[in-house]
């Protein structure tokens, strides 16, 4: 019997999933979220000002442990894949990720206190690369999920748009409370060890409850896929509509990454504040992102997700450009005031990627009638760590550049513009190219409706 095209109406035993269902597994990007959130936003500051690492080094320190990830994420995916357990295929690794992200997460900050700045950075890059991998083994299995709850196109962004949403909290969360948090624990090193023991907890805490909340969720089956190792790599590579978005989100991914690395440089010698003002414009930012998520959900079934993502980049580019070219004329409501529109921008840049997978997902199995979801996935995540990780590391060294100067030393004016590059430049100009980039990507609404307009290869 044939399998449904993804986008025909969802039939009786293929029901929507309720509210309850849709929550449950949103959780559990609380934690994802702000995994990827608090070592973006602090550690390329924390590294430089507090540790004394120079800004090449503390770059490095943040970027090299994610191309492990490469290695990693794709195997994690295809071992979902197979694994069979009463648990399902992914609930056993997330738990097993679950007691171990929070401890290695709290182990990146707890820095000796040693008198050489090179071993200072060797425990970073050291347990930074064990918690990648501890990320690694809860959020691929996490994120294949989707893909086995159903087979439908509307349905699936359906589904995303409640885990993106989840997404946006865990980045508010994270992104607000750690600026607090080391300055309620103190600052310096001690302050930083405050904020990953406090929010470490809540990973653990969300972790475990997203392990048992998804226990009812529904599994199609499909035979699975026995392509081991990199020939399956391979195949997702193969896939031109999978390679023209994830080349777009790497670049979306880097972009965002920029400016978020350099967010305490730009507060605290751009604007002359501190961590509150970094939560502010956290708030600022991300809570039109919560509420603009359900508005692009909508806006897809008008324009699709092709072009929905790209009305969302080109918002935050142009935010992005106004940050830089206004610079130095601006007043701090007009920061906040761009920064809240670029907001609804990264509402979608959130939501539309991740649901744009799921469809090349499900047109490669009709092609090849196997169970690769984790392949892909796998694949996908490696490529955005390497993004996220890859926006610090131009940053830092961007600020190398730039004669930025490490351990909390008077600037230079020079160093100050570099500060301006990475912060907006360099996003603006990254995000721009990625909509170029996605101008490619043909697998959309209207394809979907045909199975026979199949773009796989």
């Not at 994802?32 to 608090?38: D, G, K, L, Q």
């Not at 907001?343 to 090349?360: E, K, S």
Request: charge should be positive; hydrophobic fraction near 55%.
């Amino acid at each position: 019997m044939p399998e449904p095209t993804v986008s025909e109406p969802l039939s009786v035993a293929e029901s929507r999933l309720s509210h309850r269902q849709l929550a449950g597994y949103g959780l559990g990007s609380i934690a994802s979220a702000m995994f990827n959130t608090v070592p973006a936003l602090v550690m390329l500051f924390f590294l430089t000002q507090t540790l004394g690492v120079s800004p090449a080094w503390a770059g490095a320190a943040m970027f090299l442990p994610k191309l492990w990830d490469v290695f990693t994420d794709p195997m994690m995916g295809f071992l979902s894949d197979r694994t069979r357990s009463r648990w399902g295929r992914r609930r056993p690794w997330m738990l097993l990720g679950a007691f171990t992200l929070p401890v290695a997460f709290v182990m990146v900050f707890s820095v000796p206190e040693y008198a050489q700045w090179q071993s200072r950075f060797a425990w970073v890059m050291a347990w930074y690369l064990v918690a990648a991998t501890c990320f690694t083994v809860y959020v691929v299995p996490y994120v294949s999920m989707p893909a086995e709850m159903t087979d439908n196109y509307h349905e699936r962004t359906r589904i995303l748009s409640w885990r993106m949403a989840f997404v946006v909290v865990g980045i508010m969360l994270g992104g607000a409370l750690a600026p607090l948090l080391i300055e309620q624990g103190g600052g310096g090193i001690a302050g930083h060890r405050f904020m990953a023991l406090v929010l470490g907890s809540l990973m653990f805490m969300v972790m475990l409850l997203t392990f048992f909340a998804t226990a009812q969720l529904p599994r199609k089956s499909w035979q699975r896929s026995e392509t081991a190792g990199w020939q399956a790599v391979a195949i997702a590579l193969r896939n031109r509509p999978f390679k023209v978005l994830m080349l777009a989100y790497l670049l979306m991914m880097v972009g965002a990454n920029s400016l978020l690395a350099t967010v305490p440089f730009y507060v605290a010698h751009r604007l002359s504040s501190g961590g509150e003002l970094v939560t502010l414009l956290f708030l600022c930012h991300l809570l039109p992102s919560l509420i603009s998520i359900p508005l692009w959900n909508r806006w897809s079934r008008v324009v699709g997700k092709q072009q929905g993502l790209m009305a969302g980049v080109a918002i935050y580019a142009l935010g992005c450009v106004a940050l830089y070219f206004a610079d130095g004329v601006m007043s701090l409501a007009l920061v906040v005031a761009i920064v809240t529109l670029m907001g609804t921008g990264m509402g979608a840049i959130q939501l539309y990627p991740f649901a744009m997978v799921p469809d090349v997902i499900a047109l490669d199995r009709r092609a090849s009638g196997l169970n690769r979801e984790g392949l892909f996935t796998g694949v996908w995540i490696a490529n955005e760590k390497i993004g996220i990780a890859a926006g610090a590391f131009i940053a830092a060294l961007v600020l190398e550049v730039f004669g930025f100067l490490e351990g909390g030393a008077e600037q230079s004016q020079q160093a100050l513009q570099g500060v301006q590059v990475a912060f907006a430049l360099l996003p603006a100009l990254l995000l721009f190219l990625s909509m170029a980039v996605l101008k490619a990507y043909s697998l959309d609404r209207e394809l979907l409706r045909s199975p026979r307009s199949n773009p796989i290869t």
